[in-house]
């Protein structure tokens, strides 16, 4: 049988050269054609779908468990205006309020906190609270009759901290997507944050604690 007979010759020609039609491989077609629908169901997946699934957002959900194993540099922190103002500029532990936000809150209030069933967090209106420290209770206890959730129990003391920080750290953002209107009263901007004062209490704490371990130290002059 000729090779004419077995691949036909096709009616291209190139420089008097007529070429035979040696398609491809059945195999190799249907590979190209599986990645294609592989690549589409993935992008739905991990880029298109729900909140949570690409690997960045898997990757940080990792970086907040470790975060919790570094908790005992800080130890419990306080759920106060003082705490939540302080962490608010300290850039590190920001961003593992941010992972908690991600995680747990874009939902409701949308990826750059613009809102969505729950209300804006980039403008200047609040519904539940009154200054930066209500915003660690509606987190902790929830609010509007479990329309917000009470995510107290669910997080651990300091996440609700750190994550209080970011919140108030939206206020003023301009997000991606157009923000909600806006939500109930408007209140008084959050209190200036005092660097130098935050680092003296921080020094004033580290003395008392030294004066005690040595104070604990020394031979007790009745023995």
């Not at 991990?46 to 470790?66: C, K, T, V």
């Not at 608010?88 to 969505?116: I, Y």
């Not at 996440?159 to 209107?181: D, H, I, M, W």
Request: hydrophobic share 40%; with cysteine.
């Amino acid at each position: 049988m000729s090779n004419e007979a077995i691949n036909p010759l096709t009616n291209h020609a190139y420089d008097g050269i007529q070429e035979y039609d040696n398609p491809l491989p059945g195999w190799w077609k249907w590979t190209f054609v599986g990645s294609i629908v592989f690549s589409v169901l993935y992008a739905l997946y991990f880029h298109i779908g729900a909140p949570g699934r690409s690997l960045l957002e898997q990757y940080d959900r990792e970086l907040a468990i470790n975060t919790r194993l570094q908790f005992k540099e800080i130890g419990d922190l306080v759920p106060n205006e003082a705490t939540i103002l302080e962490y608010m500029h300290k850039d590190d532990w920001l961003k593992v309020g941010q992972v908690v936000f991600k995680t747990n809150c874009v939902s409701c209030h949308g990826r750059d906190g613009e809102g969505k069933v729950g209300p804006n967090l980039t403008d200047d209106y609040y519904k539940n609270l009154r200054n930066l420290e209500g915003i660690a209770k509606v987190i902790s206890v929830g609010a509007a009759n479990g329309a917000m959730p009470a995510w107290g129990h669910r997080l651990h003391v300091n996440e609700v901290v750190l994550v209080s920080a970011y919140v108030a750290s939206l206020r003023g953002n301009s997000p991606a997507e157009p923000g909600k209107a806006a939500e109930g009263n408007l209140i008084d901007p959050w209190p200036e944050f005092k660097a130098a004062a935050s680092e003296d209490a921080a020094k004033n704490t580290a003395t008392d604690v030294s004066s005690a371990e040595v104070t604990s130290a020394a031979p007790n002059s009745s023995e």
